[in-house]
């Protein structure tokens, strides 16, 4: 149970560490405008990544589905923002599709 203990410990450390540079370096520094913008993009540029060629592979039966879906999330995120309306919408709205056909 000890090493169990130290191992988790360890773990963590070696975990947070490179979590926490970043805040100490940029602490006191004004970031660039340029690279500001390109972090504000990464979240969405993640979440694109991992969820698309999944949408796809989702309804093989029923392609249209995947495309009302993403069309739904496209649309509202383009006008309203975020990121988890859109996603459980485009979800919901692709369940419906798939219920009316």
Not at 3 to 29: A, C, E, K, Q, W
Not at 56 to 75: D, K, M, R, Y
Not at 81 to 100: D, K, R
């Amino acid at each position: 149970m000890n090493n169990i203990m130290i191992l988790i410990i360890g773990m963590m450390i070696v975990t947070y560490i490179p979590r926490l540079l970043p805040f100490i370096i940029m602490s006191d520094n004004e970031m660039q405008p340029n690279l500001k913008k390109f972090l504000e993009y990464i979240p969405y540029t993640a979440l694109g990544a991992l969820i698309i060629p999944g949408v796809f592979s989702a309804t093989p039966e029923l392609p249209q589905a995947s495309l009302v879906g993403i069309g739904f999330c496209v649309i509202y995120a383009w006008y309203k923002g975020g990121i988890i309306i859109p996603v459980i919408g485009s979800i919901l709205v692709t369940f419906i599709t798939l219920l009316l056909n």
